[in-house]
Structures are given as structure tokens and as C-alpha cells.
């Protein structure tokens, strides 16, 4: 995730739910399933910004929701790109092994060609998802958590690492990278209070994770329903309506099929049933603020959460640079010396 300050209910149902999630599944003999790795990825910021001055405290800020909403860095090493430098050196190898043009077809990077009206493009922006590969890859990453948006990306890093294992066999291991499959977050995209198609910071359209229950009452009060629903008496298209779509995530399914039933008779009003939504989001939030509290007045200890991740992320990265390096035969290395 890039960092970009205090997080929103998007970001939690599209990633962090699942994360914390997928972090806590155990198997039937108690063993966890997965070892996960969280990256905040302040390189790839770079790619449609060059403003560097608050990425450490949109880190700090980012990293406080990670934790308040359960990312365990004992079970997880959280770390910044831009602290483990063999990123930088995977990404110049693997920007060896997939052309420009193979690039320039990625439909994300179209999207977002066209999304910020860009009508040039910066050469590490192109090599966005060969950095991207490099994150996955170094950590032998072979499940990765993704929007959809995202699943070209990992087709990308899917390539590249076959190309790589075409090229290049460790002496001893053979392969070194397996290919990693994407597994799409169950309940990916959170509309905007405008009813815009997704919660974003730049469109202002989000509530956070950190909003208290007046906070969220005040901005449900923004959000767009369906505009034929005028008077509370008018039957209303709970299909069409922006509150509708997020009691489907935090009403329960009484509460989701009074609402729609109600909604469509016209003997619910809209003010009575965004009421009703920022409760539940808030009763969802509160125990994410107590927490956020506590690492608020410890913003030591986040940071030393941040260092310690980094020692372990470098020891990985290491040894896979290692291999990299060994099964290219580039001969003997001084790796491990240098952190
Ligand atoms: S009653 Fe609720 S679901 Fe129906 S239009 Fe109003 S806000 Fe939307």
C-alpha cells in the first residue's frame, strides 16, 4: 500500500479486513496458513508525485490504521520500501527481462494515463509494476492480496519470473521464483459518499477510519441516495443508492432486507436509515480508534514496529538477493555486511 496518511473505510474493506484475515487463518492443526509481509510501497508514491515532504508522517499515519486494525507486526513485518534497498536492485534486474512495449499494454497504466490526464509518461512510472514485481519476488510472495485492478500486475510479475527461471537456475535450488497467484479481496471497492465509483482522498469523498460517530454522521449526511426518493414517504431503489451499498457491508442481513423492504414501500425515510448506517459503521470503528489511540500516545513504539519489520525484511531480501546473484553466477558476494 502507498502511503497516503490516515486510511479510509475503502481501504479497509478492499485490503486491511482481508489482510488481518488472511494473517490470522490457521489450518486445521493450528499452524497459520499463510506468513505474511505488508510493504509500504513510498517508491511507487514517486510515480505520480515528487513530493516527498510528508511521506514519513503519512507512513506513521498509515502504519497506526494498519495496526489499530489488527496487522500484528509480530506475525507480520511491516516495512517501507525505500529501507530495503535490494527493491532497487531487483527492479534493475527484472527491468532486463520485459520489454517497454509489453509495458506500455498494461490496461492499468492506460487507466491511469487517462484518469490524471497525463500527456506524458515518466520512464519509472512505465516500470511501476517491475518495481512491483521486485516486492513480491523478493519475499518469494506466492499469494498476493489484489483488487481486481491489480491482477495485471501480477500477470506481469508472473512473466518475470518465468523469464528469469528461463534464464537463470541456482545451483541448488533450481528455480529460484515461483510464480504467485493473485487472490482477489472478497469485497473489494467501497463507492464514494458522492456516489463516485470508488472512496478516494483526492475526490473527498471517504470517511476514515479514525472519524468518530459525529464525524461519520456528519459526512452520511453527504451521501448521495436515490435522487427520485425526495420525500421520506416517496418509494425509494435501495439498488441505486450509495447507503444501501455500505449497509450491504455493515447492516445485518435483518437489518439489509427491513431496510430494502422499507426503502422500496416508502415507510423508511432516508434521514432515519443513514442513521442507522453510520451507527453500525461507527460500532465497526469504534474498537479501530481505541486501538488508534493507544499507538497515538506511543508513537515511539510505531516507530520502533517500523525498524524492527525492516530488520527482518532485510534478512529475507538478502537471501533472496543471494540467490539471484548466485544463480546468475555473478560470483562472490559481501551481501549481508552492508545493513
Ligand atoms: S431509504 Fe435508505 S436505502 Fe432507501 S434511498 Fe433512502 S438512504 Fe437509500
Redesign the pocket.
Known sequence: MRPTGKLHLGHFTGALESWVEQQNMLDEHGARVYETCFLIADYHSLTTSLDTSDIYAHTLDMLVDWLAAGIDPQKSPLFRQSQVKEHAELFLLFSMLITSSRLERNPTLKEQVRDLNMDSLMYGHLGYPVLQAADILLYKGNVVPVGEDQIPHVEITREIARKFNNHYLHPVLGEVFAEPEPKITKFSRLVGLDGKAKMSKSLGNTILLADGPEEVMKKMRT?V??TE?IRKNDP???E?????SY?KKFATQEQLES??V???AGS???V???KL?AGNISRELAPLIEKRRYYEANMDLVKEILLEGEMKAKVIACQTMQEVRAAMKLGETTCGNHH
Not at 441505486?240 to 444501501?244: A, G, Q, R
Open positions: 451521501a441516495t436515490d426518493k425509494g431503489h435501495p441505486v443508492c450509495t447507503v444501501f449497509h431496510i430494502e422499507d426503502c422500496r423508511l425515510g432516508c432515519d436509515c443513514k448506517c
